[in-house]
């Protein structure tokens, strides 16, 4: 992992069931894996939570990764990970595998680009300012961002010669809490979905399931999910009606453990890595 810049990353590098992964007692983020060793050269981080980088004396087993002195540089059989016992391959020190004349930018200066170059031409269809206090830090959903990506509806007329498809006449509103992470025996935020325009009914696919169940209210257009959950569930709502075409839209509940200190979030399923 070479000339990243990692701003208020809460966790910028974590490997499966060591370190910064499993620190406090916590469960782990990832799905119970072997992990692997990650050889991090020239990155950059401020703001972040943990990262606990090898050392012989001090986190010899418990490291998120290996800070690499120079680009070229071969990590030993020594350091291994913590479950399995996975090794780094030093593949990128491999002239075959690997470009060893790449001149990549500093992670400075990749950061200016992305924020020169990223985006569409002329400022793009929506204009957001970041304007509180805690944007920067936060990682919960931005509900007034979240808003106007729903509301949104493109301009595009053509793409290619090949006419966009016209606008459902049913609508659906969807809640913005409509994924939602729990801790096991915990009930989930009240998500209502709402159905409107042409749309004269809705349907729920996925529900009931594992302690989660809706109410349909039709006289206020309304579908509530509620309940505590007992597993991760997926849902769809789709709405019906004579004019125009259906609808849908999904909520994903996830449930946690709740052990430790150290919150994760959502789980990442992923193989042993080296990179």
């Known amino acids: ?24 007692n916590a469960p782990g983020t990832f799905s119970g894996e072997n992990g692997g060793v990650v050889k991090a050269f020239n990155n950059y981080m401020i703001g972040q939570t943990a990262f606990i980088p090898y050392n012989a004396t001090t986190a010899a087993n418990h490291f998120d990764a290996y800070v690499a002195g120079a680009r070229n540089e071969v990590l030993g059989s ?19 595998m690997y470009v060893n004349s790449l001149v990549p930018d500093s992670p400075t200066a990749a950061k200016d680009k992305v924020i020169q170059y990223s ?30 990506l729903q509301n949104y509806t493109s301009p595009l007329v053509y793409v290619q010669g090949i006419t966009s498809a016209p606008a459902s006449s049913q609508t659906l509103t969807i809640p913005a809490n409509n994924d939602q ?33 809706f109410a349909k209210n039709t006289s206020a257009k309304t579908i509530t999910i509620s309940g505590t959950p007992t597993a991760d569930v997926d849902f769809t709502v789709t709405t019906s009606g004579t004019g125009g075409n259906a609808v849908s839209g999904t909520g994903s509940i ?3 453990t709740g052990t430790g200190t150290n919150p994760q979030g959502n789980e990442i399923h992923n193989l042993p890595h080296q990179t």
């Open 1 to 24: 992992m070479e000339g990243n810049y990692f701003r208020n990353a809460k966790y910028p590098i974590l490997t499966s069931k060591q370190g910064t992964d499993v620190a406090n």
């Open 78 to 96: 020594t350091i291994k990970a913590f479950q399995g016992n996975g090794i780094y391959n030093n593949f990128d020190t491999d002239a075959s």
């Open 119 to 148: 985006g569409r031409m002329s400022g793009g269809d929506i204009d957001w300012t970041f304007n509180s206090p805690n944007d920067d830090t936060s990682s919960s959903v931005n509900t007034g961002l979240m808003a106007v």
């Open 181 to 213: 992470t729990v801790t096991a025996g915990t009930a989930i935020t009240p998500m209502t979905f709402t159905w409107g325009g042409t749309a004269t009914d809705a349907s729920v696919t996925g529900l009931p399931a594992s302690g989660i169940s």
């Open 254 to 256: 996830s449930v946690t």
